[in-house]
């Protein structure tokens, strides 16, 4: 983990929130020997935010897919 003295910290602050993104945590020191924990905020994500995939596939047979497994689940339950 990385410490930085505040005055490091406040000259390159671009690098300190890259590395901070990039390890997770980084230390600020202050002159008086308090340090202090710079850590990314973590960003909520849906567990339905998932990535696209490129099919080549119309609308038209992603509905006729669709319909046909309704169809089979409806012909499951009914014996």
């Not at 590395?19 to 997770?24: M, R, V």
């Not at 850590?39 to 509905?63: F, M, Y």
């Amino acid at each position: 983990m990385q410490v930085y003295t505040y005055s490091e910290a406040r000259q390159k602050l671009a690098r300190v929130l890259e590395q901070a993104e990039s390890t997770g945590k980084v230390l600020i020191r202050r002159k008086d020997g308090r340090t202090f924990a710079l850590v990314p905020e973590q960003v909520p994500s849906s567990p339905l935010d998932v990535p696209s995939i490129k099919a080549d596939i119309s609308t038209q047979e992603i509905v006729a897919i669709v319909r046909a497994g309704r169809q089979r689940g409806r012909a499951r339950c009914s014996t």
